[in-house]
């Protein structure tokens, strides 16, 4: 058992930068989290891109004190911040990438894939049109205001809509007293993008 322990923790801590990532970006976008599985394949990933900055800043650190000043020397304690620092700025570098679609925007614009960034086209939808929405109920009443917060997915999570109004069979509205409202996503059968925008 012993043995197993001291074979297992080592490992850990060669580990621990991908999962900080991982964690981080789970934490900060609306993607949903991988199956267990799913979660150590993506750690390993990170795990091998930050020890592979960490390698390349090890080596620009040695050329830059061959060359020029030399600071200290370089240890685990050194090492293990540089990844701490490392997985630190790719798990944030990640989050800015996946929350706002400028990588895959480029990408689209070479061809390269048709896909977004965000979580699901649901999201995509809200993120990408700001503007006011009508929320059609399953049982056919219409709500309309301005989604401050909205689900990453269809059927789960609620709206926050502001300034919210009720529309009757004509299309007039008939504003709330209420500024913020909070509607459960299961009751809602769709979501029409109005014209307008705030």
């Known amino acids: 058992?012993?043995?197993?322990?001291?074979?297992?923790?080592?490992?850990?801590?060669?580990?621990?930068?991908?999962?900080?990532?991982?964690?981080?970006?789970y934490s900060l976008t609306a993607f949903r989290r991988p199956d267990t599985f799913g979660q150590i394949v993506q750690a390993l990933i990170f795990t091998f891109v930050i020890h592979s900055a960490v390698v390349l800043i090890k080596t620009g650190l040695f050329w830059l004190g061959e060359n020029w000043l030399a600071i200290g020397g370089w240890g685990l304690k050194v090492e293990a911040f540089w990844s701490f620092v490392v997985s630190l700025t790719l798990?944030?570098?990640?989050?800015?990438?996946?929350?706002?679609?400028?990588?895959?925007?480029?990408?689209?614009?070479?061809?390269?894939?048709?896909?977004?960034?965000?979580p699901t086209e649901?999201?995509?939808?809200?993120?990408?049109?700001?503007?006011?929405?009508?929320?059609?109920?399953?049982?056919?009443?219409?709500?309309?205001?301005?989604?401050?917060?909205?689900?990453?997915?269809?059927?789960q999570g609620q709206f926050v809509i502001q300034e919210p109004s009720w529309l009757d069979s004509t299309g007039k509205e008939l504003p709330l007293a209420a500024e913020l409202l909070v509607v459960d996503a299961s009751n809602v059968l769709w979501v029409e993008f109005t014209p307008k925008t705030w």
């Open 1 to 25: 058992m012993d043995d197993l322990v001291k074979e297992v923790i080592p490992l850990l801590q060669y580990l621990i930068p991908g999962f900080l990532t991982a964690w981080i970006f």
């Open 91 to 118: 798990g944030l570098l990640a989050c800015y990438l996946a929350n706002n679609d400028k990588l895959h925007f480029w990408l689209r614009d070479k061809h390269i894939t048709v896909q977004t960034s965000y």
């Open 122 to 155: 649901w999201f995509s939808a809200f993120a990408n049109h700001k503007r006011f929405v009508v929320l059609h109920f399953v049982d056919e009443r219409r709500l309309y205001g301005w989604p401050l917060e909205w689900p990453s997915e269809p059927k």
